[in-house]
């Protein structure tokens, strides 16, 4: 399967009564496939997956695979709050025809190594689908250290992939030089993905895409391929908003900012609750001056269900 390239972590769509709007998630696909990304990645924490019932998740992978149909890859994040619960979404995502799954720990519980190479262990042997371990130390917890990497590479043939997002541009050194090519590296914080790309990363699963998928996709090319000043100057203006998914609130952020860009709704599901107040008017400010000042790009535009 194809790891490399710009896949974003999709937000999960909400209507007013916050219900999950599968109609508009269907042309947000479409759209971010058309803007140049690789695929999607459904359900994870952007996606709000812990407030989606079983069903939801099932409906949401069934509706991104119909949205994809074979253009780019789709990807199930597999979070629980059990290891069962895990494998048989694992399961249920290979059924509907995702291409892969990536493993992410299980909510809440905070368990040693023994406990959580088990529980994504489990996640890797359930099907034959190519496999991404998200480390993600800042938001559950757990950090998947790369010597441990190296354990469940020569455990799982099928774990392909890693989205590092410890925030530390030096484990993706760490883990290359563990294992070489053995697996394909997916940056995951979005204000370092310059940084990333520079030591050997050749994915991003990125958060800003989902309103702007056209600069996403410059930026990781240009990086990519070592054009290091449309690269830094695109970075620059890009920044600001960047920064915006690596703060806890980063799911209403960038919601936000994909209702600022004409591309989605603010709502959110609680505990979340929409920005309010000066936090908003501070956010607000950030996101009209990029919205002010946005580079001319190639982005293909259409009305999303919503807008017609």
Known sequence: MNWKGVTPAITTSFTEDLKVDYEFMEGHCRWLLDNGCA???????????????????VEILR????????????VAAISALSTAEAVALAGKAASIGCDGLMALPPYVYRGNWREMKAHVGAVFAATPLSCMLYNNPVAYGTDFLPEQIRE???DYENLEAVKESSTDARRVTAIRVLLDRRMEISVGVDDAVLEAIGVGATGWVAGLANALPRESVDLFNYGTNGESEKAFELYRWFLPLLRMDTVPNFVQLVKLVQAEFGMGSAYVRPPRLELVGEELEQNLKI?????????QVQSITYALPNEK
């Open 287 to 295: 996101i009209r001056e990029a919205l002010k000042t946005r580079p």
């Open 39 to 57: 695929g999607i990645v459904a359900l994870g924490s952007l996606g709000e997956g812990a407030t989606l019932s079983f069903d939801e998740k």
């Open 152 to 154: 469940l590479a020569e």
């Open 63 to 74: 509706t991104c695979v119909g949205a994809v149909r074979g253009r780019g890859v789709v």
